[in-house]
């Protein structure tokens, strides 16, 4: 890190120190059980965030789907 990182940065290491560990997770069930993931279920806090679902998205190369009705409500009421 350097002075010119933002908080931006340090959120963007956050979300994908998240995705990394789930990538090798889903590389694993793929390279045992020959099963590959398209959608993700996610919920709680982050599941909220469109920018958290599309970091992790692009780590996963899945899509990550709320699991919940509450969750897509507060997802499309904006509130990240």
Do not use: N, Y
């Not at 994908?16 to 990538?23: E, H, N």
């Not at 279920?41 to 679902?53: E, F, M, N, Q, R």
């Amino acid at each position: 890190m350097t002075l010119g990182h933002t908080r931006a940065h340090i959120a963007r290491a956050f979300l994908g120190s998240i995705g990394f560990p789930l990538r090798a997770i889903l590389d694993e069930i793929h390279r045992a059980m020959g099963v590959s993931v398209a959608e993700l279920k996610v919920g709680g806090g982050l599941s909220a965030s469109d920018a958290a679902c599309a970091v992790q998205a692009d780590w996963l190369g899945a899509s990550p789907t709320p699991k919940t009705p509450a969750a897509r409500l507060v997802r499309r009421a904006g509130r990240t």
